[in-house]
């Protein structure tokens, strides 16, 4: 990950391009801590480099992800979204588990990827990788996906299957740090085909914070989860108001 990193020389001409109050930190450390188990975890922003080289951040991050030890990854195939999505689509991040993947396998590498446009052909070309997972499982997602994309935009009624790819609900704060559409492209150590999550800002499009309690409730429904059957996702999240 030192592709990531600043020299000095870097740090200087970073500066002269970003507001003073503009703080990026070079990297982030979490810790997942489940059970006995426990994982450390990096995250590194890619824009820094990207800004002071003057590179596209989607260069960048390829070339650090064939350049990982002891296994590197072969991404070209699966990331290179420039050409697929217009350039609407841009990598911001990478995430790792500090793990050694060959004895930890289906340790991590996470890609998040951000597009400003917030429409269901957007999200399922990223999903697909502009077509290039055409597998089932993956195929079932778009499925999944569409079917409760209504109710992610709070729209109540469905949207015509005509309508659906552009359909879309203005944003209450355009170009806030929550806007568009936000995707994790996780690449685990022994898997070929990465699994992709889409991360939706659903305040942008309610109001009420009822609402978007309301709406998830019948999305959990809508994919067969106890919780949005029964309505205990709503109970539960309306008892923390």
Known sequence: MQAFFLSPSETETLQDKVRP????????????????????????PVVRKAATLGQSTVGITLSALRDLEPLGYDTSYNLDLHDDCDGKATPIMVGIDCLNPKANQGSRVEVYIHSKTCTFAAARDIITLGGRLNGEFVLKKVVILQS????????????PDNEID?????????????SGVLFSVDLAAGEKIPDIKTYLPVFQYAKRIKTVFRNTNAVLNAVGHDWGRTGRFHEVAMDVL
Not at 26 to 44: D, T
Not at 148 to 159: C, M
């Open 148 to 159: 409760i994309w209504h109710l992610l935009l709070n729209e109540p009624d469905s949207i």
């Open 166 to 178: 552009y359909w879309t609900r203005k944003e209450r704060a355009p170009g806030a740090v929550f």
């Open 21 to 44: 109050q503009m703080q990026i930190p070079p990297a982030c450390i979490a810790f997942e801590l489940e059970g006995q188990k426990q994982i450390l975890k990096a995250y590194f």
